[in-house]
Each structure stands twice: as structure tokens, then as C-alpha cells.
């Protein structure tokens, strides 16, 4: 079974600032996708950013690229140029390449809570 | 508009009263799941559907039940809630391949005294 792992219950970045949150993961799996959602207190979950495991080049959206290191099965998230509208909580997650059996099925961390400060 | 609609959005409710939290999509998609939000553990995985009239177990399926009559549409069913229900409920949706992208609902709060 897969497990992914965020370390940084809490995580705060000063207005235009950079903070990177970082998550790790674990699967017996070489094909597979990873995911940075975005929570707001509206509770809606907002895709960020999206990664091929076969991919070697790492993914970027605007402001916010990954680091995708697949042999230390790491996968951490950096926020260029903080704003506001960034605060909430942020999952990872992995989702198998093997969807005919398993689906569209997500494993999420436990979630980061960015806070952003003036 | 493309969306995942779910209600309520709000419920309190006692315990073992029965309660069904409607899943409804409009993009034809063929997979649809449920997910619980608790604090400090994410989002977990109830049942999934890959079809009409099939469905599987996910991660935490104790207490509930689902059903995939029509293609757009997935009920959650609390038969007997219990207070370790409480939670957060996400319907998602996508379309059946390794690309389709999870569409999530905008979330059900769940609340049993």
C-alpha cells in the first residue's frame, strides 16, 4: 500500500517571501502521478500542481513549482512571491498509474496549514 | 457548468438516524468516490465506483454504504451514525484513465450528537 507523509502540521512564509512545504512518499510502484491541492477555508480542494512520475523535468504553475526527487521519493512544493489568497491547507498526494483497477484513487498526507503574514 | 454538487452541505443530526448525502456530476464521468476529511490524517478513501452497479471498498468503509444506480449520481449512506462520523464528506469524480482528473464536490459537514 502507498503512504504519503507531510511532516510540517503548520508552516508560516512572510508576504513575498518563498516557503517550500515538503512531503515523502512511499510505493513499490515506478508509474505514477503526485499532486499539490490547495484547501482554503471555503473548503473547496484546488489542484495546484501535478507531476509525472516519468517525468523527469519538474513540474511548475506561475508561482509555485515542485521538487521532484523520485529515487529519495520526496516531492515538496515551493510558493514563490507568498500572497495572501495562498493561505490554507495544502495536501499531497499520489495516485497510481493503474487505473483500471484502482481507479482515479487518491492516498493524501496529512496536510500542511500555510499561514501568510503581512 | 462542470461540477460535483453535493447535499447537504450541512447537516447535524443524532445518532443512528439514518441520512443519505446525495453525489451528483454532470460530466458523463465514469469513476466516482467518497472521502472523509478528519484533522491530522487527510483525506481518506470510503468506496469508489468505476461504473453503474459497481462499486468497492476504499480505505474506512465501516458504517457506510453506497450505491451507482445512474451513472451521475453516488449516494453515501449513514444507516446508524455514530459520533466517530463526524467528519468532512468529498465527492469526486473523473473519467475512467490515467489522466482523468479528480473532480472534487465542495464538501458535506457532518456533524452526529
Known amino acids: 500500500a502507498q503512504t504519503v507523509t507531510q511532516s510540517q502540521p503548520e508552516m508560516s512564509v512572510q508576504e513575498a517571501e518563498t516557503v517550500t512545504l515538503s512531503c515523502t512518499y512511499d510505493?513499490?510502484?515506478?508509474?505514477?502521478?503526485l499532486f499539490w491541492y490547495k484547501q482554503p477555508p471555503s473548503r473547496q480542494m484546488i489542484l495546484v500542481i501535478r507531476?509525472?512520475?516519468?517525468?523527469?523535468q519538474n513540474a511548475t504553475e506561475n508561482r509555485f513549482s515542485v521538487n521532484f526527487q523520485k529515487a529519495a521519493k520526496s516531492f515538496s512544493l515551493k510558493i514563490s512571491d507568498s500572497q495572501l489568497g495562498d493561505a490554507a491547507m495544502y495536501f499531497c498526494?499520489?495516485?497510481?498509474?493503474?487505473?483500471?483497477?484502482?481507479?482515479?484513487?487518491?492516498?493524501f498526507g496529512e496536510g500542511t496549514q500555510l499561514t501568510v503574514n503581512p | 457548468e462542470a461540477q460535483v454538487t453535493q447535499n447537504p452541505r450541512y447537516l447535524i443530526t443524532v445518532t443512528g438516524k439514518k441520512l443519505t448525502v446525495t453525489c451528483s456530476q454532470n460530466?458523463?464521468?465514469?469513476?466516482m468516490s467518497w472521502y472523509r476529511q478528519d484533522p491530522g490524517l487527510g483525506l481518506r478513501q470510503i468506496y469508489y465506483?468505476?461504473?453503474?452497479?459497481?462499486?468497492d471498498k476504499g480505505d474506512v468503509p465501516e458504517g457506510y454504504k453506497v450505491s451507482r444506480k445512474e451513472k451521475r449520481n453516488f449516494p453515501l449512506i449513514l444507516e446508524s451514525p455514530s459520533p466517530n462520523q463526524t467528519s468532512l464528506y468529498f465527492c469526486?469524480?473523473?473519467?475512467?484513465?490515467?489522466?482523468?482528473?479528480?473532480?472534487f464536490g465542495e464538501g458535506s459537514r457532518l456533524t452526529v450528537l
Open positions: 469526486a469524480s473523473s473519467l475512467r484513465g490515467r489522466t482523468g482528473e479528480l473532480f
Open positions: 510505493t513499490s510502484e515506478s508509474d505514477y502521478y
Open positions: 507531476q509525472e512520475a516519468y517525468k523527469q
Open positions: 498526494a499520489y495516485r497510481s498509474a493503474w487505473v483500471e483497477t484502482s481507479g482515479s484513487r487518491l492516498t
Open positions: 460530466m458523463n464521468h465514469e469513476y
Open positions: 465506483s468505476m461504473n453503474v452497479e459497481v462499486t
